[in-house]
């Protein structure tokens, strides 16, 4: 793979082992549409190592064996791309980067960032927008990335907004990220210009450490996406910007509860569709009323019927995404036995007290927290959250790794 970066623009070739089909750190097939895109809103001036970082978010999947850069990267940069990946990478001859002092959030609007926001109220955000590609068709016009802008600029935060194409380099399986951790493409790139030494990332304990979003029902303390001492992780301590979890511990009950009794709450979405309000009909919509339901303690309040295509998941037999929500929220929410979950009820025995484990935090997510800003995430889980017991931390370490009879019901 070559890379060239001009001013924001990216552009990659392919060597002849690359491949246009390729996988992302979480396993997920992705295929290539095209070789270019941009990042604006960030200066043309910042270390060869956040270029390299950057442009490796977008270009892994299709590497095979080398990344050759357009400007010289550290050798600590070369090692953590060959320890991760086994790429060769180069050239090597820059000094490495320092880490700065400031921490910033990667935000999106969602409860789990407006969480992380809250734990360190003085962190400033850079929020990722998508915008047109010049050669790719838009054929995901309901994506409402300007009102999820808009949004983030009315919170009062500092707030740098990086726009971006990048999506588009994803053919399949849909305009997205390439890696997890292209939506800090541009926050790598502003990193010396607002000091940066870490980005926080909304990712929560589903996320981190229980094989959430892509994979299903495994404890993952070796996450390669997350972990610090995974392959992401290394590589941007590498460049000096370490990977920050301050919700890494918590459950999506937790951030959104969080995220409701925070200043910002006027302010959080995580539809991508509506432009009021959220659509209410979207499959992510649901899911978040779920969560939000067992949160309030109130019946489920949702437009969609079972008839609806973004039902019919809940009336296959599990495993689902998100599972350890499910059942929590399934045992929490009055009358759910009349709803579109009547199904999916029939297969836990989930309990209030068996998914409590779900209200507390998971202690060695705090000890990730790089030392600068681990007291205050600390601090705000000793007032808000609370930590789990020894029996509830064994909840997460034993995740999908016990048969049925003991692993999630208290029969
Ligand atoms: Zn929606």
Redesign the pocket.
């Known amino acids: 793979m070559r890379v060239t970066w001009t001013g924001g623009r990216l552009t990659f070739r392919l060597d002849p082992e690359d491949e246009i089909t390729g996988r992302a750190s979480d396993e997920h097939p992705v295929k290539l549409a095209t070789n270019t895109c941009s990042v604006g809103g960030v200066p043309d001036d910042a270390h060869p190592d956040l270029f390299a970082v950057a442009a490796w978010t977008i270009v892994a999947p299709w590497t095979r064996r080398r990344v050759t850069f357009d400007r010289a990267i550290s050798a600590g940069l070369a090692r953590a791309l060959h320890d991760g990946w086994g790429i060769e990478a180069g050239p090597v001859g820059a000094e490495p980067r320092p880490a700065g002092r400031t921490l910033a959030i990667s935000y999106s609007g969602g409860a789990d960032s407006v969480a992380a926001a809250a734990m360190h109220p003085d962190a400033p955000f850079v929020h990722f927008k998508r915008v047109p590609h010049p050669r790719v068709p838009n054929r995901w016009t309901h994506y409402r990335s300007d009102v999820l802008a808009k949004l983030a600029e009315r919170t009062g935060r500092e707030l740098t907004t990086v726009t971006s194409d990048l999506e588009f380099t994803l053919a399949e399986p849909r305009p997205g990220y390439p890696e997890h951790h292209a939506v800090a493409a541009g926050a790598l790139l502003l990193a010396d210009r607002m000091d940066l030494g870490g980005l926080a990332f909304g990712y929560e304990l589903g996320s981190r450490w229980l094989g959430g979003d892509r994979y299903l029902l495994r404890y993952t303390p070796d996450n390669p996406m997350w972990a610090p001492h995974g392959a992401w992780g290394r590589l941007f301590a590498a460049a000096g910007v370490h990977i920050v979890l301050p919700v890494g511990g918590v459950s999506e009950a937790v951030t959104m509860r969080v995220a409701l009794n925070s200043d910002l709450k006027d302010h959080v979405r ?5 432009t009021d309000g ?8 649901l899911y978040k009323e779920l969560i939000q339901a067992a949160v309030e303690r109130r019946p489920l309040d949702t437009p969609i019927t079972p008839d609806r295509p973004v039902a019919r998941k809940w009336l296959r037999p599990p495993p689902y995404g998100g599972q350890e929500m499910v059942e929590y929220a399934l045992a929490r929410i009055p009358g759910i036995e009349r709803t579109l979950f009547a199904k999916a009820l029939d297969h836990f025995e989930a309990t209030e007290e068996s998914t409590s484990w779900l209200d507390h935090c998971y202690p060695p997510a705090l000890d990730e927290i790089p030392q600068p800003w681990r007291e205050e995430a600390a601090a705000f889980v000793g007032e808000h959250v609370g930590l789990m017991t020894g029996d509830e931390a064994r909840r997460v370490e034993t995740w999908g790794a016990e048969p049925d009879e003991e692993a999630r019901s208290t029969r």
């Not at 995580?270 to 509506?274: D, H, K, Y």
């Not at 959220?278 to 919509?285: A, D, G």
């Open positions: 995580w539809c991508l569709r509506g959220p659509c209410r009909t979207c499959e992510k919509c």
